[in-house]
Nanobody, 115 residues
Framework: QVQLVESGGGLVQAGGSLRLSCAASGRTFSTYAMNWFRQAPGKEREFVATISWSGSITYYADSVKGRFTISRDNAKNTVYLQMNSLKPEDTAVYYC????????WGQGTQVTVSS
């Protein structure tokens, strides 16, 4: 059974940092791009960042560019999201996603940024 399990969320003050992890199990995703999305209360799920299979290409939403960094470790089948200079508007549930032959989603991890 394929699973994506996010971790690392929590409560942090504005200006602080968190590092999210997404560990995949059940199959390897080393040949697929991996993505982070987020969903704030009352809002639609939105794209945050993506990383190519090799890690050499990354792309970010304008709202997080320069503050968030996506990376991956294919040996560990894990993708990371380093979030710095967090703002209250970054508060959301953060989801890991891989669009392979099936579109896989994790269960999400809550990030709350207090002002």
């Amino acid at each position: 059974q394929v699973q994506l399990v996010e971790s690392g969320g929590g409560l942090v003050q504005a200006g602080g940092s968190l590092r999210l992890s997404c560990a995949a199990s059940g199959r390897t995703f080393s040949t697929y791009a991996m993505n982070w999305f987020r969903q704030a209360p009352g809002k639609e799920r939105e794209f945050v960042a993506t990383i190519s299979w090799s890690g050499s290409i990354t792309y970010y939403a304008d709202s997080v560019k320069g503050r968030f960094t996506i990376s991956r470790d294919n040996a560990k089948n894990t993708v990371y999201l380093q979030m710095n200079s967090l703002k209250p508007e970054d508060t959301a549930v953060y989801y890991c996603n891989v669009r392979a032959t099936t579109n896989y989603w994790g269960q999400g991890t809550q990030v709350t940024v207090s002002s």
